[in-house]
């Protein structure tokens, strides 16, 4: 028998009054796999998020869990779900534990031993007697996932789990994502606008902007298979004159990534005409590479969006 | 049939929730122990005054009688913005988002924010129930009810009727509670909550002071009813049963608990709890929650 996708959302849209939030969405999420939300602040993931877990109407369209539609049987949808939506939210007059065991209360009780295990794996088990109100943002983000994974979910949304999260809390949850995906367990729903992240853990991604989705598939899709950008390192002073140099002599925009460091998509040339040309001009290459587009850069392609894109 | 024990299991689990969250939240047992701190000293200040002004039957259940009737009336407000809160409490620290993504409906919800209330209505009124009978028995006995040691009614007779009053009081705050309820579910603030619930309680206490002379014809059966304005005024109604119960120190018993008033406050009550509750489903139900 054919297992129904743990998440399919079909011509999603919600309007607030005259303004469209999400626009005519459509998705399917593969078990197992872990597929990554993609877009600037306001394009709608956060929105589209509460309508996949019923918090709010969509203006059309529907969202199935696991075959089971959320508006029209949504206890059997959402049984199967951990969710952390935009930023944890707990009792602060109640320690961590306290807090994961009620909210356990409300699916019929999870055990003690569970609680610990959650708490173990997001590093606040040592923090488990502690009122919430004392905790930072990042312990409160790390709680949040706590809560999410304590049933057990066969499906996992996430969005933005990283916010808050210091150096090391980020790398911590991108390892945790990665066990989860390997695990092969539970599928993986995760928005984000940091797009590094997203690249090396994330299956599939969609990008979303303004409430539209502009592109969907796999990483391989979206970032090619080959490495078709070139790197190319010159002195600062150098840099602008490069610019404008391999913009006349190849008809490509290459893109300033910091002082001294250019990058110029590969057509037909590669890295020893950019190097000849730039040398026959005077400029002292100090390095040059081949790699593959980043996530990011296919983000900027896509969308123009930069400002709040990491 | 499965559809209803599955119901009322995600109830009883919403509401063993709200009790573990709300024993632990030092506002609700701030407004409990103001409860009890305003109703023994009050007790004890209202004997004193009753000896010094020298207006005591020596009936312990009259002296209960009359310090429920006057502890109602001051803790009717505490637990009131208590049950403002049940709701404002998930909505304003975000936690309703989880709630709401668990394998719970939002009527389940809303269904555990009326059975704690009720619960909690249920706790004030015993709570004012042990403090006025205990001060009764403490100062005057509660024995049977005599004058000039004739019995006029034994014990077990007036606390039946004792009880029977409270339970039509509970009714009563039961209405006062279900719009505590529904202003809750419409409020993202616990203040908001908390200010929009006092002016309605003012708004429909204020109603009760209309004179009893106007008011509208009600024909039921055939038979017309005269039916003041001051009827809207809900919450007073509350104080009807203790009214009633205040003939039996007179040594008049109760022939029958359904006089006009009565009825009028089961009605009026009865109606209220309904309308506040329709309005508060439609409500949880249209809610988005962009939290």
């Known amino acids: 028998m054919e297992t129904a996708a743990p998440l399919v959302a079909s011509g999603l849209t919600k309007r607030f009054g005259s303004r469209t939030a999400v626009q005519d969405l459509s998705l399917t999420v ?3 796999k872990v597929y990554g939300f993609l877009g600037p602040n306001g394009a709608g993931k ?17 969202v199935r869990i696991f075959g089971h539609d959320v508006r029209r049987e949504f206890k059997a949808a959402i049984r199967q779900v951990g969710a952390l ?5 707990f009792y602060p007059f109640l320690t961590a534990h306290a807090n994961l065991k009620l909210f356990g209360v409300l699916s019929g009780g999870v055990p003690t031993s569970r609680i610990d295990e959650v708490l173990e794996l997001v590093g606040l088990r040592a923090r488990a007697g502690q009122r919430v109100d004392g905790f930072s943002q990042g312990m409160r983000q790390r709680l949040g996932i706590a809560l999410a994974l304590l049933e057990a979910p066969r499906l996992l949304l996430l969005d933005e789990p990283t916010n808050g999260l210091d150096p090391q809390g980020t790398r911590e949850v991108r390892e945790l994502l990665r066990r989860i995906r390997d695990e092969g367990r539970t599928t993986v729903f995760v928005s984000s606008h940091l797009l590094a992240e997203m690249e090396r853990i994330c299956d599939r991604v969609a990008v979303l902007t303004q409430g539209r989705m502009l592109r969907e598939g796999s990483l391989d899709d979206l970032l090619g298979h080959e490495a078709d950008v070139v790197e190319i390192e010159v002195s600062a002073a150098d840099d602008e004159r490069a610019r404008s140099l391999l913009r006349e002599r190849f008809g490509a925009e290459p893109r300033l990534v910091r002082r001294g460091h250019l990058e110029l998509r590969k057509g037909r040339f590669g890295p020893a005409d950019v190097n000849g040309v730039l040398v026959g001009e005077g400029i002292a290459v100090e390095g040059l590479g081949l790699r593959r587009r980043t996530l990011e850069q296919v983000f900027v392609e896509l969308t123009g969006e930069t400002s709040d894109i990491q | 049939m499965t559809d209803v024990v599955d119901f009322c299991r995600s109830v009883a689990r919403l509401v063993r929730a709200e009790w573990i969250k709300l024993t632990r939240y030092w506002v609700v047992l701030a407004g409990f122990a103001a409860i009890a701190v305003i109703a023994v000293p009050g007790t004890m200040v209202f004997h004193w005054a009753e000896q010094a002004a020298n207006l005591t039957s020596n009936s312990g259940y009259d002296f209960a009688l009359s310090v429920m009737n006057r502890l109602i009336d001051l803790s ?9 809160i049940l709701f404002a409490i998930d909505v304003s620290n975000s936690t309703v988002k989880y709630i709401l993504t668990r394998p719970v409906t939002r009527m389940e919800m809303l269904c555990s924010k009326y059975v ?15 403090v006025s009978l205990g001060a009764g028995a403490a100062y005057y006995g509660l024995g049977d009810l005599t004058e000039n040691e004739y019995v006029i009614f034994e ?30 579910t419409f409020s993202s603030t616990m203040g908001g909550a908390i200010i929009i619930g006092l002016i309605l309680l003012f708004f429909f206490n204020a109603l009760s002071i209309i004179p009893a002379s106007l008011g509208f014809e009600l024909t039921v059966g055939g038979e017309a009813f005269a039916v003041p304005w001051s009827t809207l005024g809900f919450p007073n109604l509350v104080l009807i049963p203790l009214d009633v119960l205040d003939d039996i120190p007179t040594g008049i018993p109760i022939r029958t608990w359904w006089t006009p008033d009565m009825l009028r406050m089961v009605v009026t009550c009865s109606l209220y709890f309904a309308f506040f509750f329709v309005v508060s489903a439609v409500g949880i139900r249209q809610r988005d929650f962009t939290l």
Request: glycine share 12%.
């Open chain 1, 30 to 32: 593969e078990e197992g």
């Open chain 1, 46 to 62: 956060t929105t589209t998020i509460r309508m996949m877990l019923g918090l709010i109407r969509p203006s059309s369209g529907s």
């Open chain 1, 85 to 89: 939506v935009e930023g944890p939210a």
């Open chain 2, 76 to 84: 009717t407000p505490i637990v009131y913005v208590l049950i403002c």
């Open chain 2, 116 to 130: 704690t209330a009720l619960g909690m209505v249920t706790l004030t009124v015993l709570l004012l129930w042990a």
């Open chain 2, 155 to 184: 014990g077990s007779y007036v606390l039946t009727q004792y009880a029977i009053g409270t339970f039509f009081v509970l009714l009563g705050m039961a209405a006062v509670a279900a719009m505590g309820v529904t202003v809750s």
